[in-house]
């Protein structure tokens, strides 16, 4: 293995934590505006009309985009299986972010009271710190098992499948067959 491929490595198990951290704050932030509270910069909640997350949707589709390109790319370009090893690194440490979550949350879990630092029956008294309720949240997203679907099938498709062809073996000559004058 090379040290490029670690470090790719290490690069997809950073991005996934973050990916996983930032879309829970936006699925956070969509649940809230969908019940009628919003959440300011502090992530203190203040009660407004409930509205269509709209926005927070899109963002969630653009974040998701956003950590998908870098894998695809890498598994577009592989010339090996041991080159899709920051896809399958992705894949780990999002499964594990989410059975981490799964285990350690008491259901029915409210995040709106995690935030609001009280502890409460809802969530089993837990109190969070932020980035770890993002983190929770964005592992028991909705979002996340339809990230890890694609880097499922990023993962067992064939190294190089979508590779463009080289010009230089795929060029034809084609003879001018028009008389001379």
């Not at 951290?21 to 919003?38: E, K, Q, V």
């Not at 028991?140 to 990230?147: D, G, M, N």
């Amino acid at each position: 293995m090379s040290l490029g491929l670690l470090l790719g490595a290490a690069a997809a198990v950073v991005g996934a934590a973050v990916y996983v951290t930032a879309i829970g704050y936006l699925d956070l932030r969509a649940s809230s505006i969908g019940t009628g509270a919003r959440l300011g910069g502090d992530m203190v909640p203040t009660i407004v009309p409930p509205r269509a997350p709209v926005w927070e949707g899109l963002a969630i589709a653009a974040v998701t985009a956003l950590a998908v390109w870098p894998l695809w790319r890498c598994r577009r370009t592989a010339s090996s299986r041991w080159h899709q090893l920051p896809v399958w690194t992705a894949l780990v440490t999002v499964i594990a972010l989410t059975a981490w979550a799964a285990v350690t949350t008491e259901l029915p879990y409210s995040a709106m009271s995690v935030l609001a630092g009280r502890p409460s029956a809802w969530d089993g008294g837990v109190t969070d710190q932020l980035a770890v309720a993002w983190t929770r949240q964005g592992a028991l997203s909705p979002a996340t098992p339809v990230f890890v679907g694609v880097l499922v099938v990023l993962a067992l498709a064939r190294p190089g499948a979508c590779r463009a062809a080289d010009p230089a073996t795929t060029e034809v000559a084609i003879e001018d067959d028009r008389p001379t004058r």
